[in-house]
């Protein structure tokens, strides 16, 4: 299934933050604000075409590598919701890349990144919070 086919069709735009802002304003995701910034991120995290992000929280670079860039491979096209991921059973990346979506238990996992917070809402897209980087 196409991540457009599973975006939401009638985007809330009530969110008064672009992505951009909003992980501008998460100290959680500070690592990745700084490497998307060097992947070239903030353009299109600005712009109105709706994003999904996929943002690794700061102690995944930790334990995972200390890579110097995060690019569109962490972005999905459209603002997809958890709901509609968990239905997906895979995603495809800007980038072209294949993740593959699978719940264990009450967790949904991205990969091997487990999702651990989800849906926030931006005017620009929605962002969820995984705890792995997806390419490690």
Not at 35 to 54: H, I, N, S
Request: aromatic residues 6%; contains cysteine; hydrophobic residues 40%.
């Amino acid at each position: 299934m196409s991540n457009e086919a599973i975006s939401a069709v009638d985007h809330a735009r009530s969110a008064t933050r672009d992505l951009w802002e909003t992980l501008a304003a998460e100290p959680r995701l500070s690592a990745f604000l700084e490497r998307a910034r060097a992947g070239g991120l903030e353009p299109d995290l600005c712009g109105p075409r709706l994003y999904t992000v996929l943002a690794p929280v700061n102690e995944a670079f930790t334990v995972h590598g200390q890579g110097r860039e995060c690019g569109r491979e962490y972005l999905l096209r459209g603002a997809v919701t958890v709901d509609a991921l968990r239905l997906s059973g895979a995603v495809k990346t800007l980038r072209g890349n294949s993740v593959p979506i699978e719940e264990i238990g009450n967790e949904l996992y991205i990969g091997k990144a487990r999702v651990v917070r989800a849906d926030i809402e931006c005017s620009n897209g929605v962002l969820h919070m995984i705890d792995a980087l997806l390419y490690s």
